[in-house]
């Protein structure tokens, strides 16, 4: 068996040296198949503190017997003297870099691929697929050869034959490498070598199935192996039997999520995430109830097709988060409630200090149900597509201290990657964009434009190469400070992706909210009427300045309010008024306001 495995390698200091090793065809005591690291191998001398127990005692046992010694060749660094068997390539590779190690991964070839491509893979009891078949090469095989046959079948024209039985993906590569010439470019076969895999290796007898013609999708079961036959033209080289269920389900009709899954650009789609959806399309929930009954599941467990139909709500604003807010009238909340739910993203526009931040916080909080569903982010104008989706960046590992370039999720990525997890597509989760007009928009949002306004679609990401969609449950709620730039400056395709909700001082909830908030400290409402005063001064709504400047218990100390306006409001309006030689103080200052009250 291990004669099939080449030579592995794994990385230290920064890839500039290179461990050596071998698959052995025995398995050590955790039933992980043993792996023999070559003797002249370099082994970094310090133990980190991810290492193991068994790991360390393993290290110090060899350098004892003189398995291990100082290296000759490189400084600082301990070679090994003989082969050294460990009880799995994950125990080799601590062995190797004095560490806790994922050898699966660590271990590649010299061409870089990953050990576990050269291993059998574990897989779900149950998987649901998407497999095409309406357009080969101008044919629908679905009407014209998977019904009447009860099959599923993939082109593979020009694969070999494959001898082994349950092929691992490295075993299918050189397959893929032997039968597919140069003009198949090398991203071409690597996706083919995925779709294959998938239909060979990962999807079994009981699977289900899902394909689409025309403009209905049909729903299957995989009924047998995976077999090689000689076809017509090489149009469906590779087959399984299937049996499909008729008739088909209109695709507009189907739930959201299950179309956006569906709308992942390849002959092979796992759809396993969306499965429960599946398997509950066609059936009311009566009858989903009483299947459950019929199969004695515990009653303690709710009915997996029942959660996913589950719908998406946004819970009704109350007078209590209202009065919290000193939100001058509960159908403000609601509004804003609306448009979430229509638009899903959403902009809080206006002049400093009108609280934008604070309420786009307490709103995702109360609409998702507590901060664990929230995120926040700012911009700036260095900020960009890497840091917001994906990118290649620095990292360090730390472990080891070593810094390496690695894929990263951006923060969109992870809240994503968490509201689309099975169990989770019913509860929102919130993205908050501070100062969002700071950055480059169609630099950091990238595809993100098309996504924000096609929810049930799919792009491929540039960097990782992964379908990426954004689910229903994901809002994205901005803010932005009007006096860094006006919002007539902002570009159509914005325009039309958010809808825009004003925060100002000439308008509720923002105009009042001082009084309201004095009123409930029981304090004097000097500092509003002073505020009113300022603000009939100032002619450009934009640069008005909002009451959270006012609302902080710094103010109401001692001399407080003369210093908060000499030092946070006066400033702003000197910048504004930068070059046109006007008396600050004599027009906006604390004296000239009282005096024009009386």
């Known amino acids: 068996m291990t004669e099939n495995f080449p030579e592995f390698m794994l990385r230290l200091n920064g890839g500039r040296f290179y461990a050596r090793g071998r698959v052995l065809p025995d398995k050590g005591l955790n039933g992980s198949l043993k792996f023999l690291v070559l003797a002249g191998s370099p082994i970094r001398a310090e133990d980190t503190s991810g290492i193991g127990r068994y790991a360390a005692a393993q290290r110090k046992q060899l350098r004892a017997d003189g398995s291990i010694r100082e290296s000759t060749l490189l400084p600082g660094f301990l070679e090994a003297t003989r082969g050294i068997e460990c009880n799995s390539p994950s125990a080799a590779g601590s062995l190797v870099t004095g560490r806790s190690s994922d050898g699966l991964s660590e271990w590649k070839t010299a061409e870089g691929h990953p050990l576990v491509d050269y291993l059998g893979s574990w897989r779900p009891k149950h998987k649901a697929w998407l497999v095409r078949g309406n357009n080969v090469s101008g044919r629908n095989l679905v009407q014209q050869l998977w019904f009447p046959e009860k099959c599923v079948t993939l082109a593979a024209s020009f694969l070999p034959q494959v001898a082994e039985e349950d092929p691992t993906k490295s075993v299918l590569r050189k397959y893929v490498q032997d039968g597919y010439d140069a003009s198949t470019s090398y991203s071409q076969k690597q996706t083919l070598l995925d779709e294959l895999h998938a239909f060979l290796t990962q999807m079994r007898p009981g699977d289900t199935l899902c394909t689409l013609s025309g403009d209905l999708l049909y729903v299957g079961t995989v009924t047998g192996d995976a077999e090689q036959v000689e076809s017509e033209g090489g149009l469906s080289n590779v087959r399984r039997a299937a049996e499909w269920r008729l ?123 507590g901060p664990e569903q929230v995120r926040l982010v700012q911009f700036h104008p260095a900020y960009a597509y890497e840091d917001f989706i994906e990118g290649i960046r620095p990292k360090e590992d730390p472990d080891t201290k070593e810094v390496a370039f690695r894929l990263t999720a951006g923060p969109l990525r992870e809240l994503r990657d968490v509201a689309a997890k099975e169990g989770n597509r019913h509860i929102p989760h919130f993205l908050i964009i501070d100062e969002i007009n700071r950055a480059n928009l169609a630099k950091v949002f ?34 932005m400070n009007t006096a860094d730039r006006s919002i007539a400056l902002v570009d159509a395709a914005m325009r039309r992706r958010f809808a825009f909700v004003e925060l100002s001082p000439r308008t509720e909830p923002t105009s009042g909210l001082l009084r309201r908030w004095l009123a409930d400290q029981d304090r004097d409402a000097e500092p509003a009427d002073l505020l009113d005063a300022l603000n009939s ?38 910048e504004h008024h930068y070059g046109e030689g006007l008396d600050i103080e004599q027009r906006y200052g604390l004296a000239a306001l009282r005096k024009s009250l009386g």
Do not use: C
Request: zero cysteines.
């Open 537 to 574: 001064r100032i002619d450009e709504p934009d640069f008005r300045i909002g009451p959270s400047y006012l609302m902080k218990k710094g103010v109401y100390r001692e001399g407080g309010l003369d210093r908060t306006w000499r030092t946070k409001i006066l400033p702003l309006l000197e």
């Open 247 to 369: 008739p088909g389900l209109p695709f507009e009709e189907l739930p959201e999520q299950l179309r956006e899954r569906l709308s992942a650009q390849h002959d092979v789609v796992d759809l396993t995430s969306v499965l429960s959806v599946v398997e509950g399309l066609g059936r009311s929930d009566e009858e989903l109830a009483e299947e459950a009954l019929a199969i004695e599941l515990d009653p303690s467990t709710e009915v997996p097709a029942l959660v996913a139909r589950r719908e998406l709500e946004l819970p009704e604003p109350t007078q209590a988060l209202a009065d919290e807010l000193l939100v001058h009238d509960n159908n403000w909340l609601r509004e804003v409630r609306e448009l979430l739910t229509d638009e899903r993203q959403l902009v809080f526009y206006g002049p400093p200090g009108t609280g934008k931040t604070y309420l786009a916080l307490k709103l995702a909080e109360f609409f998702g149900g």
């Open 446 to 479: 990238g595809e993100l434009y098309f996504l924000l306004e096609y929810r049930n679609k799919s792009v491929r990401l540039p960097y990782s190469g992964d379908d990426f969609a954004l689910p229903p449950n994901l809002y994205v709620i901005g803010t």
